[in-house]
């Protein structure tokens, strides 16, 4: 007996133009900006131990973005990327993903503790010296 061959069906892809300003990125979008971001710091980690003082974060930025382009006009596939975490860091995208919360609560933490100050500092009185 002939087995019969059946297709998958296909699934329209969701419009979602109208949403205009409310719109969100694809999964895919936000996990390339992840690693990218997150392959970026680690590089600049691995440099900053190697190259000590003269390490500058913007001479960084810089070379990488020679290399590996920007988000949004890629040199390299996520997989390629991810390769890369793996190859040269070790690292597999659930490190990536972690490292990334790490990054990002630590910013969040640094920024509200510099803004704790902020408000600290300009709601101190000035004091005048009067001769």
């Known amino acids: 007996m002939a087995t019969r061959k059946t297709s998958a069906p296909t699934i329209m892809p969701i419009d979602d133009a109208a949403l205009e300003e409310y719109a969100t990125s694809d999964y895919n979008e936000k996990l390339y900006s992840l690693v990218y971001y997150t392959l970026r710091e680690l590089q600049g980690l691995a440099a900053k131990?190697?190259?000590g003082d003269s390490f500058s974060w913007n001479e960084l930025k810089a070379r990488f973005t020679e290399v590996f382009g920007t988000v949004e006009s890629r040199r390299y596939s996520l997989e390629q990327l991810l390769e890369y975490a793996q190859r040269k860091f070790g690292k597999s995208l659930e490190d990536l993903q972690e490292i990334n919360e790490r990054s990002?609560?630590?910013r969040k933490a640094f920024?509200?503790?510099f803004?704790?100050?902020q408000v600290?500092?300009?709601s101190t009185p000035a004091t005048?010296?009067?001769l």
């Open 111 to 113: 920024n509200a503790q």
């Open 104 to 106: 990002w609560a630590r």
């Open 120 to 122: 600290a500092a300009s």
């Open 49 to 51: 131990k190697s190259v």
């Open 115 to 117: 803004n704790t100050q």
């Open 128 to 130: 005048v010296d009067r």
